[in-house]
């Protein structure tokens, strides 16, 4: 009897095993298959003249120069509003806030938010900011309308990592003397790095990835924009996600499409990896 349970417990624990190193290799033949299509696309459509100059219609030329820098700025901008916000919300929520119910229903209401189609994100920016607060379609509108979009998420990435934080660690430290604010910014926030970047990491990649809500509040303008024109009511410029729905879609520009996704794939691999070096160099710190 125990020879025929071992033996079928083996054999379910063989097709489980062979299920899920099936589910891990197909996930990770697709996303080869999917970066290496978009790289050999894009790759040979890729020049010094399309990435360092704007588009002109005139010459018949094409140039995303305008649209790094918009990218850009947008990131910095909704990460600026987004990261102060999130993290201290997320704070008060774990360490401070007293009543459990309260909590519970702004978890339920972040984590709704946090599932809710950008698209209606893009309208409620375009009522709120773009009209109401006569910021016109501009990157500062945009920006704000992504901070709204990506905070449930950095409030919830955050929150969960202070969990993990042991109770001794807070004791400890309250035992040693240190007033509360002082224990949480000197021994909870260190340890959870970790938690925070990776909600930045998720941030920027809804960001760089964003252009439904985008098409009604940042515009699609193609200027070159300096850092407080950008910040300027009425600065209307248009990311690389835009740009590629523009190429794609209204021109019919498949190369100059497959390139400007090439280099979104590059951008964010990049961005993904000066968080990472900053975490770590944070927890050195």
Same mark, same amino acid.
């Given at each position: 009897?125990?020879?025929?349970?071992?033996?079928?417990?083996?054999?379910?624990?063989?097709?489980?095993?062979?299920?899920?190193?099936?589910?891990?290799?197909?996930?990770?033949?697709?996303?080869?298959?999917?970066?290496?299509?978009?790289?050999?696309?894009?790759?040979?459509?890729?020049?010094?003249?399309?990435?360092?100059?704007?588009?002109?219609?005139?010459?018949?030329?094409?140039?995303? /120069?305008?649209? $790094?820098?918009?990218? =850009? #700025?947008?990131? *910095?901008?909704? &990460?600026?509003? +987004?990261?102060?916000?999130?993290? !201290?919300?997320?704070?008060?929520?774990?360490?401070?806030?007293?009543?459990?119910?309260?909590?519970?229903?702004?978890?339920?209401?972040?984590?709704? /938010?946090?599932? $809710?189609?950008?698209? =209606? #994100?893009?309208? *409620?920016?375009? &009522?709120?900011? +773009?009209?109401?607060?006569?910021? !016109?379609?501009?990157?500062?509108?945009?920006?704000?309308?992504?901070?709204?979009?990506?905070?449930?998420?950095?409030?919830?990435?955050?929150?969960?990592?202070?969990?993990?934080?042991?109770?001794? #660690?807070?004791?400890?430290?309250?035992?040693?003397?240190?007033?509360?604010?002082?224990?949480?910014?000197?021994?909870?926030?260190?340890?959870?790095?970790?938690?925070?970047?990776?909600?930045?990491?998720?941030?920027?990649?809804?960001?760089?990835?964003?252009?439904?809500?985008?098409?009604?509040?940042?515009?699609?303008?193609?200027?070159?924009?300096?850092?407080?024109?950008?910040?300027?009511?009425?600065?209307?410029?248009?990311?690389?996600?835009?740009?590629?729905?523009?190429?794609?879609?209204?021109?019919?520009?498949?190369?100059?499409?497959?390139?400007?996704?090439?280099?979104?794939?590059?951008?964010?691999?990049?961005?993904?990896?000066?968080?990472?070096?900053?975490?770590?160099?944070?927890?050195?710190?």
């Amino acid at each position: 009897m125990t020879d025929t349970i071992s033996k079928t417990r083996k054999i379910r624990d063989f097709i489980l095993n062979l299920l899920m190193f099936l589910s891990t290799g197909f996930i990770c033949c697709l996303l080869i298959g999917l970066i290496g299509y978009i790289m050999y696309r894009g790759i040979p459509h890729v020049s010094w003249t399309l990435v360092s100059t704007k588009p002109s219609l005139l010459r018949g030329t094409a140039g995303i /120069l305008p649209n $790094i820098l918009n990218t =850009l #700025y947008m990131i *910095v901008i909704t &990460l600026i509003i +987004v990261l102060p916000l999130g993290v !201290g919300a997320a704070v008060y929520l774990n360490e401070y806030a007293k009543n459990k119910k309260i909590v519970r229903l702004i978890e339920l209401a972040t984590e709704t /938010l946090a599932g $809710i189609p950008s698209i =209606l #994100y893009g309208l *409620v920016g375009m &009522l709120l900011f +773009v009209q109401f607060f006569s910021l !016109g379609t501009s990157l500062l509108a945009g920006s704000l309308t992504l901070a709204i979009m990506t905070l449930p998420t950095m409030i919830r990435t955050t929150q969960e990592s202070l969990k993990t934080v042991p109770r001794a #660690y807070r004791e400890g430290a309250l035992g040693l003397g240190a007033g509360k604010w002082y224990m949480i910014r000197t021994v909870v926030l260190p340890s959870v790095i970790d938690g925070i970047v990776t909600g930045c990491i998720l941030s920027v990649g809804r960001v760089v990835g964003e252009s439904a809500a985008l098409l009604f509040t940042a515009g699609m303008a193609n200027e070159l924009l300096s850092v407080p024109e950008a910040l300027q009511p009425g600065s209307s410029g248009s990311t690389l996600t835009v740009a590629l729905y523009m190429y794609a879609k209204e021109r019919g520009q498949f190369d100059i499409a497959f390139a400007v996704a090439a280099i979104l794939l590059v951008l964010t691999f990049f961005i993904n990896m000066l968080a990472k070096a900053a975490a770590a160099k944070l927890k050195r710190g």
